[in-house]
């Protein structure tokens, strides 16, 4: 597996966000209505990455900037890995480089959404660490979603006391 930094209307991107959108009319009735810009995905303020397998697109996600309550921090968006490639390790893998990413550009937490009819990616994000947060954004009133956090920022080590 490699994973490419891409623009978010990289034809890859626009594919597995395409697909991302299906399953969530399949799950939800209907596609997510964040409103989302391509721009935001752009460095140094965003970045989207693909996820590739035998040369192939399998996966996406990205994180963009939010305005959180003690500053800006990274929000997460359009995280998918296609049926395929699942049980992979590929999300695991690419949401570690997502962070990664984020906190290289200056964000020390991950904030997303998601939803209850979402639990592979619940049970995903809650084993990375991420715990619920105070529900913000597009679908803050909705009862279905679900709103995580995760400081990603590297703690700071104890001095000895020796």
């Known amino acids: 597996m490699h994973i490419d930094v891409l623009a978010y209307d ?6 597995l966000i395409a697909e991302v959108q299906q399953e969530y009319v399949i799950r939800y ?14 460095p140094p303020r965003g970045l989207f990455l693909v996820a ?7 996966a996406c996600g990205g994180w963009r900037v939010h305005p959180g309550p003690d500053g800006p921090e990274a929000e997460l968006k359009r995280m998918y890995v296609s049926p395929a490639a699942r049980g992979r390790g590929v999300a695991r893998a ?12 200056g964000y020390g937490r991950m904030v997303l ?3 209850s009819r979402q639990p592979e990616a619940l049970a995903l994000y809650k084993s990375a660490g991420y715990v619920d947060v105070p529900q913000f954004g597009y679908y803050a009133d909705e009862p279905e979603a679900v709103h995580l956090g995760k400081t990603i ?10």
């Open 10 to 15: 990289h034809p890859d991107a626009v594919s």
């Open 113 to 115: 959404e998601t939803g």
């Open 153 to 162: 920022a590297e703690e700071p080590s104890c001095p000895s006391t020796r």
């Open 52 to 58: 590739y397998l035998d040369g192939r697109p399998v």
């Open 29 to 42: 009735g209907e596609e997510d209505r964040t409103p989302v810009d391509p721009a935001e995905f752009a």
């Open 94 to 105: 690419l949401l570690a480089e997502l962070e990664r990413t984020a906190l290289e550009a």
